[in-house]
């Protein structure tokens, strides 16, 4: 059975535009002469969907591939993207601009902001260049002495100005986005690598009857599905369109054009064992299938190619068994581990959304539900008119134990939320500060952090994650390198190439017995030993993997709200 050859797009005035349901990506860290041949091949073998962006150095070769492919252009439906230095509202306008004139085209059918960060200019944008090996220099962007990305929290979107160390908002832009539909240079605009908190900072300002958020495009494959975000997308009519359909490669932190093959189980995901069992049974390739996979869960694959014979082929979706969906579902990761893309890799000196303030924003969407009537209308983070799904109360009305309590904990919102019944309060805080400040503790405060941050991790507690970042932080030795390594661990240890075998043996236990405790038995408790743990500590291990497991599931039933100081 065939699948959608294109999906409804909503655009300005309530309109909808059909978008073709299999994209050719254009983004390659590489000598930008590929992308003329590669997007004449790909347009002359059917793709009527390019998308590109400023970043990608190419745009000018994609107007020579569309002069060579000898395709109309209006039957081609074209994205493109401005980098964060463009974002100030007074440069955006430049930035499509430059694009329209390296294009060769007086519209673009999709404009989008490439990030939900912004960074300072520096100098005339319009002269502003990318290619290989290009320097902020070239792009027009401020640098501090030390070379890194100036962060330009004004115009950033509102957690991620915190992050950068100010206040500010994406809405001044998203309203200048706005009104380049109206001028007629693009058919719609919309936005790239945001999550939640960033959509629902600009929802109020894009409705339907107006010019609505149009599309959002972020990573997903079976590896990392990236469900919960997508979800909400659909219920609030956004399309989904995805880069690194195959998740080729990873970009790890000495720089984005030194990406290396993503293989988190030792495989590339297209030699993943199931995938390959899948292409055989329906006599498709592996790029074939996890194409056919992306569009059939109604988003839109947007994998590049310069092999004639893969152009063809990834264009060449059909339906895939239900029983073969269910396998590719199963190949997913746990929190951020199946991710391939770490955005703060391009912004040396900026946060770009996904070290922290993605951690806090997954982990609060995975204690949802799947298929709540909250997910389906809703998804929010905690009001910031009330810190708990219940009430609050007075702290002056509270029994002046209970007063003392809070205080001593300087007001956190736990302890506020946990005080509307103030023997749960006392029990809660009794055996917190047996196990994280008694001196007859058997564990490191190190350790006791690690477990803290991977099991809230696992069980999805944003609140606890957070929290226990500073205290993990504060165990490292409380400076700048402790701060960004803390933060690291608490996103996914797995990732953490230097991570000591002693914590690595920690971690591993820590995350199998909050998520599968049955399957723990001897051989894990060896493995601890192995790495130096004694039995007495080993026991106080599986107790503060214990106590963790309640207090995230405290903090997630109550919707605790985070505490702005733990974002600082």
Not at 100 to 119: K, M, W
Not at 200 to 209: G, I, M, N, V, Y
Request: charged share 20%; glycine share 6%.
């Amino acid at each position: 059975m065939t699948l959608p050859a294109t999906f409804p797009m909503r655009v300005a005035n309530n309109k909808i535009v059909q978008v073709p349901s299999v994209g050719f990506g254009t983004f390659a860290a590489e000598n930008p002469d590929w992308c003329t041949d590669a997007v004449a091949t790909a347009l002359k073998a059917g793709y009527r969907h390019l998308d590109t962006a400023w970043e990608y150095g190419v745009e000018a070769q994609i107007a020579q591939g569309i002069r060579q492919s000898g395709v109309p252009r209006s039957e081609i439906f074209i994205t493109s993207k401005f980098w964060p230095q463009f974002a100030a509202p007074e440069n955006v306008e430049k930035a499509l601009d430059i694009t329209l004139e390296a294009l060769e085209t007086d519209y673009i059918d999709l404009f989008l902001a490439h990030f939900p960060v912004a960074i300072k200019p520096a100098g005339n944008l319009f002269k502003a260049r990318n290619f290989l090996g290009a320097t902020p220099k070239d792009q027009k962007a401020a640098t501090d002495k030390n070379g890194n990305y100036v962060p330009d929290p004004e115009h950033c979107s509102g957690s991620l100005a915190k992050l950068n160390g100010g206040e500010g908002s994406f809405v001044p832009t998203w309203l200048v986005m706005k009104a380049l539909v109206q001028s007629g240079k693009c058919r719609a605009v919309g936005v790239s690598n945001f999550e939640i908190e960033h959509l629902e900072e600009l929802r109020p300002h894009a409705s339907h009857d107006d010019v609505p958020i149009s599309c959002n495009q972020v990573e997903a494959h079976p590896w990392f599905p990236n469900n919960d975000l997508l979800d909400l997308m659909r219920t609030q009519g956004i399309l989904a369109t995805i880069y690194s359909p195959f998740a080729p490669r990873a970009f790890p932190a000495d720089g984005p054009t030194s990406g290396e093959p993503f293989r988190p189980k030792g495989v590339l995901l297209i030699d993943e064992p199931s995938v390959k069992d899948i292409a055989r049974r329906n006599e498709m390739d592996v790029g074939q299938v996890l194409q056919s996979w992306a569009v059939q869960r109604g988003t839109i694959p947007l994998a590049k190619s310069q092999n004639p014979t893969r152009i063809q082929s990834n264009l060449s979706v059909r339906e895939l068994p239900q029983d073969d969906l269910r396998l590719l579902e199963a190949l997913a990761f746990p929190g951020l581990s199946g991710k391939s893309f770490d955005a703060n890799v391009f912004f040396p000196g900026v946060n770009a959304a996904t070290l922290i303030d993605v951690m806090l924003s997954m982990s609060f969407r995975r204690t949802l539900p799947r298929g709540s009537g909250y997910l389906r209308t809703s998804l929010r983070f905690p009001s910031t008119r009330s810190i708990s799904r219940l009430r609050v109360p007075d702290t002056a009305s509270l029994p002046k134990s209970t007063q003392q309590t809070i205080q001593a904990h300087h007001g956190d919102n736990w302890t506020r939320a946990l005080a509307l019944n103030p023997d749960t309060l006392r029990r809660f805080v009794t055996h917190y500060e047996d196990l994280f400040t008694d001196q007859t503790t058997k564990l490191e405060a190190v350790d006791r952090e690690i477990v803290a941050v991977v099991v809230s991790h696992t069980n999805g507690c944003g609140f606890c994650q957070t929290h226990h970042t500073h205290g993990l932080t504060n165990a490292l030795g409380n400076d700048k390198a402790a701060k960004l390594r803390a933060k690291k661990i608490a996103l996914d240890w797995h990732l953490v190439r230097d991570l000591n075998e002693k914590h690595k043996a920690l971690a591993a236990f820590s995350e199998l017995l909050a998520s599968k405790p049955r399957e723990v038995g001897k051989q894990q408790l060896n493995d601890l030993k192995e790495v130096g743990y004694e039995e007495e500590q080993i026991v106080e291990i599986i107790e503060v993997v214990g106590w963790f497991s309640h207090s995230n599931r405290l903090m997630i039933a109550l919707g605790v709200e985070i505490d702005d100081k733990s974002l600082e």
